[in-house]
């Protein structure tokens, strides 16, 4: 049975990979306490420097987003918090940031509505593990079906997604030790694909141009890059799902296709190859080999 007192709201923002960590948790929120969810894709993207948008709509089912009048309520509220802070205690609106431990249940000895914002970016395997048995159901299979039909799935033996935030001094927003892994390290795993006659190619998935990455290898190379065309996330986010092998820098995105491709069961054979300094530890699955 639903509780209709507690309403769940969870602020969207980043790229596709964040929102889908934001989106677990607040799906973990909301079977934990049994109250509705709704996903503000609105406030989090006013400022956004990179132009990022709400994507997550694309691929899981059964969104509810916020209406107008929520909408108006978390203007107030962000308003409150920047310049009347003190009198955010009367509101029957709460905001849990990252660092807070979130725990509801006093609140439901209360009889009165109470809205519970949520802000962070939560990235942890926890919550999609917690779901990994419903993950067929909770992401719009019918989609990633369709771009199944793309003569590239088949081929994707090692695909290498790269991303080393040249953008940012910020490094440690991105790895833990502020150390991002470098075409270096990732020219390292591929000594020993390189023997490998079955594979023929690599395929790159990057921000960057095409122009920007060199790597040291004799194997034909296909760019899945903006340069190309290549700037849906969607899009691939399901590419990497289909590759057998994936070798992944610092990316919630990157994350996501290696963790879907594992639990989809897309690929038997599947190997990933994964950065030892992710932000959250667990992160780290077992059966990835860390680099």
Not at 123 to 131: A, H, K, T, V
Not at 230 to 249: K, P, R
Not at 269 to 285: A, G, I, S
Request: glycine share 4%; charged share 20%.
């Amino acid at each position: 049975m639903t509780n209709k007192n507690i309403i769940l709201i969870v602020e969207l923002k980043g790229g596709l990979g964040n929102q889908l960590f934001q989106y677990f948790h607040g799906l973990y929120l909301k079977t934990t306490y049994k109250c509705d969810l709704y996903i503000d894709h609105r406030t989090g993207y006013c400022n956004d420097n990179y132009n990022r948008e709400y994507e997550l709509f694309k691929i899981i089912n059964n969104i509810k987003t916020i209406n107008h009048w929520l909408l108006f309520n978390i203007f107030i509220l962000k308003f409150r918090l920047k310049y009347f802070k003190k009198l955010h205690k009367f509101s029957n609106y709460k905001i849990y940031e990252e660092n807070i431990t979130i725990n509801l249940n006093n609140l439901f000895t209360n009889n009165k509505k109470c809205y519970i914002y949520i802000r962070g970016y939560w990235q942890s395997s926890y919550f999609p593990l917690y779901f990994k048995q419903k993950l067929n159901s909770i992401f719009n299979m019918d989609m990633i079906h369709n771009i199944q039909t793309n003569t590239f799935l088949n081929q994707i033996k090692v695909a290498l997604c790269l991303r080393f935030y040249e953008e940012t001094s910020s490094t440690k927003e991105y790895a833990i030790n502020g150390k991002i892994k470098t075409i270096e390290d990732v020219d390292f795993i591929l000594k020993e694909f390189e023997k490998d006659k079955s594979i023929k190619n690599y395929f790159v998935f990057s921000s960057l141009d095409s122009n920007c990455i060199t790597l040291n290898s004799n194997k034909l190379i296909t760019y899945l890059t903006p340069d190309f065309g290549y700037t849906d996330a969607v899009e691939s986010l399901v590419f990497m799902i289909h590759a057998e092998t994936l070798i992944i820098t610092n990316s919630s995105l990157y994350w996501w296709g290696a963790f879907l491709g594992q639990y989809f069961q897309i690929g038997q054979k599947r190997k990933v190859y994964c950065p030892d300094n992710l932000l959250n530890e667990n992160l780290l699955l077992d059966s990835w080999i860390k680099y």
